[in-house]
Nanobody, 119 residues
Framework: QVQVVESGGGLVQAGGSLRLSCAAS????????MGWFRQAPGKEREFVAH????????YYADSVKGRFTISRDNAKNTVYLQMNSLKPEDTAIYYC????????????WGQGTQVTVSS
């Protein structure tokens, strides 16, 4: 089992920045990847970014490329999502997830943190 807890959401004006954090605990040595997803009101949850834990390789949704950066701190078992040049359409609940298996197959999810971008 892996537990993940997000933090760092909030209200920001368009063009601003926020940094989300996600701390993992439990079977952290078995992590294959950690990722960020988001769900806006009335929409399905969508992939934002993920990082392959051992290699550090990162992947992004086209909608956030060049604006968001995912990174990790191995010692803290924490993944970050630096969000710059935020837009109102980035408003959503952001979820962190952990995968122990290739795919990645995300099985462990946090409760989510609200990000609201005002125009």
């Amino acid at each position: 089992q892996v537990q993940v807890v997000e933090s760092g959401g909030g209200l920001v004006q368009a063009g601003g920045s926020l940094r989300l954090s996600c701390a993992a605990s439990g079977r952290t040595a078995s992590k294959y990847a950690m990722g960020w997803f988001r769900q806006a009101p009335g929409k399905e949850r969508e992939f934002v970014a993920h990082i392959i834990w051992n290699s550090g390789n990162t992947y992004y949704a086209d909608s956030v490329k060049g604006r968001f950066t995912i990174s990790r701190d191995n010692a803290k078992n924490t993944v970050y999502l630096q969000m710059n040049s935020l837009k109102p359409e980035d408003t959503a609940i952001y979820y962190c997830a952990a995968a122990l298996r290739r795919g990645p197959q995300y099985e462990y999810w946090g409760q989510g943190t609200q990000v609201t971008v005002s125009s």
